[in-house]
């Protein structure tokens, strides 16, 4: 029996930052690596899954980073922002100064690798969302790991869908996650139609992390290539598991039953370490007939690069583009 080749060997090489991008995307990749050309953000560890108090501590510190990270690119806010407690459920509302489209709304599903990305950062993404689009804006700032794991998180985004039916009709709605959120928004709608909850009018889901199993081929070619998120986030997906199967639906949407989803916006980057997910769930969808488009940028690590790029630009156009024609499609707005 011959033996098997594992893969494809690489020489170590430098893998150049692409000319084929706007100077300002350049920038921002540089910004990223340090004098050696490894990732600045590789140097972070996640701690055991054991270390709870190292966990509550690493959120804290993040959550703040996030936080500022967050305001730099929002520039100046324009809407007007409210909090509500839905029993364990908080929900940040943003209200626009004009409303483009009245009665409509969009549900923020913010991310942060099911763990971070909540508190202050939530309520800034809900405001640009809101600016954004003219609209209502409902930003789910749902409970996380350690102190909440699975399914605490879905149970929130469940608990503001309702909230928002109550108040909007569904064609009217449009539900959009990037990274973490895109997992929970599909994984809320599985969820919410065996509990027999309308479909929204559209999906936006930026670079979704919706296989948990981690099995898709970018997973090992994007490794360090993507220089906002280098490494696999395997100790993060059992956290939020907590010994929940990561291959279940309502973890890892990639595997569930998407038939009669809504219209669906997917977006990632070939810099992407989660490219596969966008990929893999375009496909599933088409094969579905579900109407989808997948928008792959060039040279684009996860969630972009950081805003006040034209590719940034872009990508916000197109996403507001989408929203409008998912509710003139549905006749809500």
């Not at 004098?35 to 600045?40: A, I, M, S």
């Not at 600016?131 to 879905?154: I, K, N, S």
């Not at 490494?231 to 990639?254: I, Q």
């Not at 007939?289 to 940028?297: A, G, K, M, N």
Request: charged share 20%.
């Amino acid at each position: 029996m011959r033996g098997e080749k594992p893969g494809v060997f690489l020489e170590g090489r430098i893998v150049p930052y692409p000319t084929s991008i706007s100077a300002e995307a350049q920038d921002a990749l540089r910004r990223l690596v340090g004098e050696d050309g490894v990732p600045l953000n590789a140097a972070y560890a996640m701690p055991p899954l054991d270390a709870r108090d190292a966990w509550i501590n690493l959120k804290a510190t993040a959550d703040a980073r996030y936080a500022a990270s967050m305001g730099s690119l929002a520039g100046a806010l324009r809407s007007q922002i409210e909090t509500v407690q839905l029993d364990l459920t908080t929900v940040h509302i943003a209200e626009p100064t004009e409303s483009a489209s009245p009665g409509c709304a969009y549900i923020d599903l913010h991310g942060g690798a099911l763990v971070f990305g909540g508190g202050e950062a939530c309520r800034v993404g809900a405001r640009m969302q809101a600016d954004q689009h003219g609209v209502t804006c409902y930003g789910v700032d749902y409970r996380t790991p350690p102190e909440h794991p699975y399914p605490a998180a879905l149970d929130d985004c469940l608990a503001a869908y309702r909230y928002v039916l109550d108040r909007h009709d569904p064609a009217k709605v449009v539900i959009g996650g990037r990274s973490a959120g895109g997992n929970l928004a599909l994984a809320m709608l599985l969820r919410g139609r065996d509990e027999g909850l309308p479909m929204p009018a559209g999906l936006v889901l930026l670079s979704p992390e919706v296989d948990l199993t981690e099995s898709g081929d970018s997973f090992q070619t994007n490794q360090f290539i993507d220089v906002m998120l280098p490494r696999p986030l395997m100790t993060n997906n059992l956290l939020y598991a907590a010994g929940a199967d990561l291959s279940h639906p309502h973890l890892s949407p990639l595997f569930g039953d998407l038939r009669g989803f809504p219209a669906t916006f997917i977006q990632s980057g070939t810099r992407d370490l989660f490219l596969s997910n966008a990929v893999r769930l375009h496909r599933l969808l088409r094969r579905l007939q579900v109407p989808t488009e997948l928008h792959v940028f060039e040279a684009m690590p996860h969630g972009g690069f950081m805003g006040g790029t034209p590719e940034d630009q872009e990508l916000a156009e197109e996403t507001s583009r989408f929203v409008r024609e998912c509710w003139r499609g549905g006749e809500g707005c």
